[in-house]
């Protein structure tokens, strides 16, 4: 991000343990001041630093430690005894993972501390059915060997946007000002950065799409504009909101976790962000995102038969998973936000 006149971002320090009234961190971060002028808005994005060295190995690990989310260290079950005793309270459990284990865990414990829970068991969200595009890099684990396919058509994309034809009327204008953006699940990812050299590359895949909440294009200026109506209704005291993307960073911060915004592919015009952004909306499947409406494509992409952008998306994806491992996870919470 780039200092300008409504926005500064600026790096605020490095610590080991940084706390605040409801969070804390169990592993070494960083932490960069965000200030949007025009808003009045200030606030603390806390990037975990990827140290895989420190990580033990274990799904009990996560970002943050909290009274809240923490379980008894005895509450522990095998795969197998896990699914049976969700089966018996009535809830659906999806493929029980390295990844997954700890919040099937959570939800059992849940269960069984509050028994008048079970009932509302069996409406766990149904297992995500992505395109047929994204399906199959599912169940071909060599499909990203060759990307000859996938590289030509960013390129075509590429091409285009960065000499845009100035006889053409294009929308928010040429200013390379722009970027696409994922809302991402501390919950399912668990600090997936930190991990994922220790997992099977198909689980990372599957963790970081089964993370993705919401899809979107930003400016510069304005780099966390989407927070703000979530930060409003928090500090209102208003949990609740019809927005389902609203909805679901409200539930994170309930759980004690900060909401994961990755920033990528930058620095473009408004109408190429536009078009990475519904190339990946088209790849997902809109109904395993909170998205209220597909997205719009432009320019040559936009000739594409459906196929064609379907895979530019899953190409697009598997490139912000690889920014988001090397970047590692950066949590944005309530309390950092003024």
Same mark, same amino acid.
């Given at each position: 991000?780039?200092?300008?006149?409504?926005?500064?971002?600026?790096?605020?320090?490095?610590?080991?343990?940084?706390?605040?009234?409801?969070?804390?961190?169990?592993?070494?971060?960083?932490?960069?001041?965000?200030?949007? *002028?025009? =808003?009045?808005?200030?606030?603390?994005?806390?990037?975990?630093?990827?140290?895989? +060295?420190?990580?033990?190995?274990?799904?009990?690990? +996560? +970002?943050?430690?909290?009274?809240?989310?923490?379980?008894? =260290?005895?509450?522990?079950?095998?795969?197998?005894?896990?699914?049976?005793?969700?089966?018996?309270?009535?809830?659906?459990?999806?493929?029980?993972?390295?990844?997954t284990k700890r919040i099937y865990l959570k939800k059992l414990y849940q269960l069984k501390k509050h028994p008048n829970l079970s009932h509302k068991a069996n409406t766990a969200p149904p297992k995500r059915v992505y395109s047929l595009e994204l399906e199959k890099t599912l169940r071909d684990a060599n499909?990203?060997?060759?990307?000859?396919?996938?590289?030509?058509?960013?390129?075509?994309?590429?091409?285009?946007?960065?000499?845009? &034809?100035?006889?053409?009327?294009?929308? =928010?204008?040429?200013?390379?000002?722009?970027?696409?953006?994922?809302?991402? &699940?501390?919950?399912?990812?668990?600090?997936?950065?930190?991990?994922?050299?220790?997992?099977?590359? *198909?689980?990372?895949?599957?963790? /970081?799409?089964?993370?993705? /909440?919401?899809?979107?294009?930003?400016?510069?200026?304005?780099?966390?504009?989407?927070?703000?109506?979530?930060?409003?209704?928090?500090?209102?005291?208003?949990?609740?909101?019809?927005?389902?993307?609203?909805?679901?960073?409200?539930?994170?911060?309930?759980?004690?976790?900060?909401?994961?915004?990755?920033?990528? /592919?930058?620095?473009?015009?408004?109408?190429?962000?536009?078009?990475?952004?519904?190339?990946?909306?088209?790849?997902?499947?809109?109904?395993?995102?909170?998205?209220?409406?597909?997205? =719009?494509?432009?320019?040559?992409?936009?000739?594409?038969?459906?196929?064609?952008?379907?895979? /530019?998306?899953?190409?697009?994806?598997?490139?912000?998973?690889?920014?988001?491992?090397?970047?590692?996870?950066?949590?944005?919470c309530p309390s950092d936000i003024n």
């Amino acid at each position: 991000m780039t200092d300008d006149s409504k926005s500064v971002t600026s790096y605020i320090a490095k610590s080991e343990g940084i706390g605040s009234t409801d969070t804390s961190f169990v592993s070494v971060s960083e932490v960069y001041k965000y200030v949007d *002028k025009d =808003e009045g808005i200030v606030l603390y994005e806390r990037r975990m630093l990827k140290t895989p +060295s420190e990580y033990n190995g274990s799904v009990r690990s +996560s +970002s943050f430690s909290s009274k809240l989310s923490s379980l008894p =260290e005895t509450f522990d079950y095998d795969t197998e005894t896990l699914r049976k005793e969700l089966t018996l309270l009535g809830y659906d459990a999806g493929p029980i993972t390295v990844t997954t284990k700890r919040i099937y865990l959570k939800k059992l414990y849940q269960l069984k501390k509050h028994p008048n829970l079970s009932h509302k068991a069996n409406t766990a969200p149904p297992k995500r059915v992505y395109s047929l595009e994204l399906e199959k890099t599912l169940r071909d684990a060599n499909w990203c060997n060759d990307l000859t396919i996938e590289k030509s058509l960013e390129a075509i994309v590429l091409k285009q946007f960065n000499n845009p &034809d100035p006889s053409r009327k294009w929308r =928010e204008g040429v200013n390379k000002s722009s970027f696409t953006y994922l809302l991402l &699940d501390p919950r399912v990812t668990n600090n997936l950065p930190c991990k994922a050299e220790l997992l099977q590359p *198909k689980e990372v895949w599957e963790t /970081f799409l089964s993370s993705i /909440f919401y899809i979107g294009k930003g400016k510069r200026a304005r780099p966390y504009s989407h927070l703000y109506e979530a930060v409003t209704l928090w500090n209102q005291g208003n949990y609740t909101s019809n927005n389902k993307k609203i909805q679901n960073i409200i539930d994170i911060w309930k759980d004690n976790s900060g909401v994961i915004c990755l920033h990528i /592919f930058q620095n473009i015009i408004p109408v190429e962000a536009y078009t990475r952004e519904a190339a990946m909306i088209l790849a997902l499947k809109i109904d395993n995102l909170t998205n209220v409406r597909n997205g =719009e494509f432009y320019g040559i992409a936009a000739t594409w038969p459906q196929k064609q952008k379907r895979v /530019f998306g899953v190409y697009l994806l598997y490139k912000a998973m690889k920014i988001f491992l090397n970047e590692g996870e950066r949590q944005l919470c309530p309390s950092d936000i003024n």
